[in-house]
C-alpha cells in the first residue's frame, strides 16, 4: 500500500526538470511534478494545484476538498495514536 499525502504545490523551481516546491502541512519540500504535467497543463500552470506526494513524487492532481478532507483524517489518526 502507498500512501500520498496532499500538498499544494507554490512554486515551480525548475520547469525543464519538471520540479516544484509544495507546501505540505506547513512543510515545504521539492517534488517532481513529471508525472501531473502535459502539453495541456504545463508546469507553469501547476501553481497553486493541489496534489498527492508520494517519495518525492507529485502522483497526481486532487482537489482542494478531498486535499482537506484527507488531511483532516490524517490528523485524526495521529490523535488516536498518540
Same mark, same amino acid.
Request: hydrophobic share 45%.
Given at each position: 500500500?502507498?500512501?500520498?499525502?496532499?500538498?499544494?504545490?507554490? /512554486?515551480?523551481?525548475?520547469? *525543464?526538470?519538471?520540479? !516544484?516546491?509544495? $507546501? =505540505?502541512?506547513?512543510?515545504?519540500?521539492?517534488? $517532481? =511534478? !513529471?508525472? =501531473?504535467? &502535459? @502539453?495541456?497543463?504545463?508546469? @507553469?500552470?501547476? =501553481?497553486? &494545484?493541489?496534489?498527492?506526494?508520494?517519495?518525492?513524487? !507529485?502522483?497526481?492532481?486532487? *482537489? @482542494? /476538498?478531498?486535499? !482537506? /478532507?484527507?488531511?483532516?483524517?490524517?490528523? /485524526?489518526?495521529?490523535?488516536?495514536?498518540?
Amino acid at each position: 500500500m502507498c500512501l500520498g499525502i496532499p500538498g499544494q504545490i507554490i /512554486e515551480i523551481t525548475n520547469v *525543464n526538470y519538471k520540479l !516544484a516546491i509544495v $507546501n =505540505i502541512g506547513g512543510v515545504k519540500r521539492q517534488v $517532481n =511534478i !513529471a508525472c =501531473i504535467v &502535459d @502539453e495541456q497543463h504545463p508546469p @507553469e500552470s501547476c =501553481i497553486g &494545484d493541489w496534489v498527492l506526494v508520494h517519495v518525492g513524487f !507529485a502522483m497526481n492532481r486532487i *482537489n @482542494e /476538498e478531498e486535499a !482537506a /478532507e484527507t488531511l483532516q483524517l490524517l490528523q /485524526e489518526l495521529v490523535a488516536i495514536s498518540n
